[in-house]
């Protein structure tokens, strides 16, 4: 990266000698200049790049991606872990995620405002699906509404 930092250094002093050399005579103010017709040099204008550093300000767009929640819970209320589960937007469904320890897997994107819909994926491990029954139907996430539960019951 260094490297290719002097580099990028090494050819604005060239542009700066070149703008410098060029300008020798010129009694403009702007460091451009333009060779007059009838030479035998073409018409060349030279003007130093403006070099900025990004840095984040409030002109910088807000993030709209909007985060998610899928909750799988026993019928008691207790957190299940290690249910594949998928959210789908219209007839779009996202990559399946597995839920953590507490229950939940998570999703963020922006949304296309199409329905949105989460489901227990119909294949999962043998663990789970030995351990619980659950249903394969979608649950229609309300308008709005960015967490939804899922309600697995233990065999």
Do not use: W
């Not at 300008?23 to 200049?33: A, H, I, L, R, V």
């Amino acid at each position: 990266m260094k490297k290719y930092l002097a580099l990028i250094m090494a050819v604005l002093a060239l542009f700066a000698m070149m703008a410098t050399v060029c300008s020798c005579g010129d009694s403009g103010e702007s460091g451009d200049t333009t060779v007059p017709a009838g030479t035998d040099k073409p018409d060349v204008t030279t003007k130093a790049p403006d070099v900025t550093t990004a840095e984040p300000d409030e002109t910088t767009a807000p993030d709209t991606k909007i985060t998610y929640t899928i909750k799988v819970v026993d019928q008691n209320g207790a957190p299940v872990e290690g249910v594949i589960v998928k959210l789908c937007e219209g007839e779009v469904c996202r990559k399946p995620v597995i839920t953590g320890a507490d229950g939940t897997a998570s999703y963020k994107f922006e949304p296309n405002g199409n329905e949105l819909k989460a489901m227990i994926e119909v294949e999962q491990e043998e663990a789970i699906s030995s351990a619980y029954t659950y249903s394969s139907e979608y649950v229609h996430l309300e308008d709005g509404a960015t967490e939804v539960t899922l309600t697995v019951t233990a065999k």
